[in-house]
């Protein structure tokens, strides 16, 4: 198995709260994601990161931020958490952005917003 | 823009049952199509994956192939046992990233 380490694995937050779930891996891969997994959805990309300091976008990025000042670290972080962010998260690595590069998930955060 | 779309489920076969799970998808040019498995309680795995038209991916006894004449890659298995209980995830990847399917659940009865 990939080296990536979620943590907290669980957390149950007030609404308003300012939350950050960590992602740490030890496989120095280059890009890193984080996704949120809802019933009927799949999964939806938050944010992701293809380097130290470079990030973007997901199709749901509001209400999150992310920052990667190291390698092995990605964070995100739910500034004002609310009751539509109760959700599992995983964290996602690659070491390429090639066509055919498979993601290796973290075993997920389950968050819920009370 | 891109999309995948997987049955609903959820599934319920009987152990040595023949399973197909249908996934089609919406693109431009030629994504390459993949299927993940998640274990109860875990992240998901990479089950196989088909990087161009015709092209057959196959892992575990599982089986997809990528019909871009007809935008599928349906995922397939002969036999299917209890270990095979799992969510399954269609799902393709364009411009550094994964667009995945709703997801679809299996359950397998001994």
């Known amino acids: 198995d990939a080296g990536i380490t979620q943590s907290p694995r669980h957390k149950v937050t007030e609404t308003g709260t300012p939350v950050t779930l960590r992602c740490h891996q030890t496989?120095?891969?280059?890009?890193m994601y984080w996704y949120r997994q809802d019933p009927g959805h799949g999964l939806r990309l938050i944010h992701y990161s293809y380097g130290v300091k470079d990030t973007d976008k997901g199709e749901v990025s509001d209400g999150y931020s992310v920052s990667r000042s190291k390698t092995e670290d990605f964070l995100l972080t739910l500034e004002s958490a609310t009751s539509s962010q109760t959700s599992v998260y995983f964290c996602?690595?690659?070491?390429?952005?090639?066509?055919?590069?498979?993601?290796?998930f973290g075993n997920g955060t389950r968050l819920t917003v009370t | 823009g891109d999309s995948v779309t997987q049955m609903e489920g959820p599934v319920t076969l009987s152990e040595e049952a023949f399973l197909t799970i249908n996934c089609t998808y919406t693109?431009?040019?030629?994504?390459?199509l993949f299927w993940y498995v998640q274990y109860p309680g875990e992240g998901l795995q990479l089950l196989l994956k088909a990087t161009k038209a015709d092209d057959k991916g196959s892992n575990k006894g599982f089986e997809a192939t990528y019909r871009k004449e007809t935008t599928s890659f349906h995922l397939e298995k002969g036999s299917v046992q209890v270990s095979d209980s799992a969510v399954y995830f269609c799902a393709l990847h364009r411009d550094n990233k994964l667009s995945f399917g709703a997801g679809t659940t299996v359950t397998v009865r001994a």
């Open positions: 996602a690595i690659s070491d390429t952005s090639t066509y055919n590069s498979p993601l290796h």
């Open positions: 496989e120095n891969h280059r890009y």
């Open positions: 693109a431009t040019g030629y994504p390459s």
